[in-house]
């Protein structure tokens, strides 16, 4: 069982021998510094760590926004292999991080996006103030909030269909990659209904969209897609 996300993340290293790793919101650096691919950059606009201790020629750190550094910094740094989304817990600015990252993308790219499965509609709320002070008020003991993170995954299902995607089981981790989908038929065929889809629409599709998996499971999908791509190409 892959536990935590840095165990998850070089397993994915793994199936495309990811060279160069981008992560979007680092915080404290407990999954980024963890991540065993040679080449890392961590984007963060408020860095909980130490950089100074980490940071070399192969380990960068942007101190910026997600968008100043897709739009500014991120060119030089070439191609990733490997891309993680955990920045601000919103539909719009995690689709746009997604939408931005696919210019520093190749067919072998493989992302992971965190917090797509709510665990209550408190965690799901779209600000994190009111999910504290909700969950205070109702005297929960989870503290999660994931926002509506959930909505990126309908939006990659209904406007990417040349793009796959499966959630590890149990953990709310959506991983995509370049696999196209065969008889596709988008869902809801508008990004304002999407923006408005209730957590119950998200659990309603689970299966369909979603495509919890066991990561055995899940890790041979994305093994054979690339291993696919590579067939075709020779």
Not at 105 to 128: C, F, G
Not at 144 to 162: N, T
Not at 204 to 229: C, N, Q, T, W, Y
Request: with cysteine; glycine share 6%.
């Amino acid at each position: 069982m892959l536990e935590t996300r840095h165990e998850r993340l070089n397993a994915l290293a793994k199936l495309n021998g990811a060279q160069r790793y981008l992560e979007i919101g680092v915080r404290n650096g407990a999954t980024f510094t963890r991540v065993g691919v040679p080449y890392r950059v961590a984007v963060d606009p408020d860095f909980r760590l130490k950089t100074e201790k980490f940071a070399n020629d192969q380990t960068i750190f942007h101190a910026v926004t997600s968008d100043e550094f897709f739009s500014r910094l991120a060119a030089p740094h070439g191609l990733f292999d490997l891309i993680y989304l955990d920045g601000l817990h919103t539909f719009e600015q995690t689709f746009r991080d997604f939408c931005a990252s696919l210019a520093f993308s190749h067919p072998r790219t493989i992302w992971l996006i965190d917090d797509t499965v709510p665990v209550d509609r408190i965690a799901a709320l779209r600000s994190q103030f009111a999910s504290i002070v909700l969950r205070k008020l109702t005297l929960g003991k989870r503290c999660q909030w994931m926002g509506d993170v959930y909505r990126v995954v309908l939006a990659i299902h209904d406007f990417f269909p040349q793009f796959s995607l499966a959630t590890f089981q149990g953990h709310g981790q959506t991983v995509v990659w370049r696999e196209a989908r065969r008889d596709f038929r988008p869902t809801w065929n508008s990004l304002t209904a999407i923006s408005r889809a209730s957590l119950g629409s998200m659990r309603r599709h689970m299966v369909s969209h979603f495509v919890p998996l066991k990561d055995e499971e899940l890790l041979g999908r994305v093994a054979s897609a690339i291993k696919d791509l590579s067939t075709v190409e020779s």
